[in-house]
């Protein structure tokens, strides 16, 4: 078996790790020595990079995601001040990224779902968090989960400004259908997806009408607020846990308001502040059910002074402050 399984490749870009008493978050996150076996039973927590944006409907650079998020660890402690929480106190390996395909979607699809299949195999306590890449990946991720859980009933927890339930016929295993193509294959039902987020003139009526035909539930940013976005994300994990055996949160970094998130491919006005985020996220990884992340839509080519791809570090460190806190 090639590296630690045969559909990845080493991370790119990996920082020299010091021994401090004060690490940063480069320090603290692992990664696979060479010649070293791994002992992935002391593992709590998988982080991989899935480097694929062809398969964007807009013009995308996401796949620079996973090496930019990395090089911004060294600017980030394992510590949340807000939360009085050490994250140090969670074991996190970097493995890698998902082999892709210069040219071949369906390749690199097919890659990112037995990379999926393979981290349930070898280390199947471990919570993976994904670092995409486009929301194509989405829809690969959970069915290598189903298909390796195929007794399981998934829940999908979605931050987004979209629906993503664009027609497959049209658009294809795109950024634009990961929710339908789920729904469609039969690896969820759409009852068991939530989306928080959506807001403005960004989707279409006809999408609106599918998700009302097909019962998936969604929370519009202005009904969030309202409500208060604690709340909102706990009634969603409330219901979901009464009908699903794990969730799958899918953070969509076009929910941000584009003066939150410039590096983003379909940048929006009237979005969720990084701040509303942050507490959504936290609270979902506070629930046990939650078994699952990736963060997607993050085009670090063009952003502006590192505040997208800062804000999804943030993100990435702030699901794993509620993983950490959990009771």
């Given at each position: 078996m090639n590296y630690p399984y045969p559909q990845l490749d080493r991370p790119p870009f990996c920082w020299q790790r010091q021994s401090t008493p004060d690490p940063k978050v480069s320090d603290w996150i692992q990664t696979v020595e060479d010649g070293s076996s791994v002992d992935f039973t002391s593992i709590d927590i998988t982080v991989l990079g899935v480097p694929l944006s062809r398969s964007s409907i807009s013009a995308s650079g996401a796949s620079?995601?996973?090496?930019?998020m990395r090089k911004l660890w060294k600017s980030f402690n394992p510590y949340h001040i807000e939360y009085d929480t050490d994250l140090t106190s969670l074991s996190v390996l970097d493995l890698g990224d998902v082999k892709q395909h210069v040219t071949d979607i369906e390749k690199s699809h097919q890659h990112i779902k037995e990379a999926m299949m393979s981290m349930r195999k070898y280390h199947p306590h471990a919570l993976p968090i994904m670092l995409g890449g486009d929301h194509s990946i989405t829809a690969m991720l959970v069915k290598g989960w189903k298909e390796s859980h195929p007794e399981q009933k998934i829940g999908i927890l979605q931050f987004d400004t979209h629906?993503?339930?664009?027609?497959?016929?049209?658009?294809?295993?795109?950024?634009g259908t990961p929710i339908r193509n789920l729904i469609e294959s039969n690896t969820i039902?759409?009852?068991?997806?939530?989306?928080?987020?959506?807001?403005?003139?960004y989707n279409s009526k006809s999408l609106k009408e599918y998700a009302d035909s097909k019962g998936v539930h969604y929370v519009t940013v202005i009904q969030a607020r309202k409500a208060g976005i604690t709340h909102t994300v706990k009634e969603a994990l409330k219901q979901l846990s009464k009908e699903v055996d794990m969730i799958y949160l899918t953070v969509d970094m076009d929910v941000l308001d584009i003066a939150y998130a410039p590096g983003v491919p379909a940048g929006t006005t009237g979005g969720m502040r990084t701040d509303e985020l942050f507490e959504a996220v936290y609270t979902a990884g506070s629930h046990p059910l939650v078994q699952a992340m990736d963060i997607v839509c993050l085009d670090p080519l063009r952003d502006v002074g590192e505040i997208t791809v800062k804000a999804g570090v943030h993100v990435f460190l702030n699901f794993l402050t509620g993983v950490a806190n959990r009771k």
């Open positions: 620079e995601t996973p090496m930019a629906f993503d339930l664009r027609s497959l016929e049209d658009n294809g295993p795109s950024n039902d759409a009852a068991h997806v939530w989306n928080i987020g959506l807001h403005g003139f």
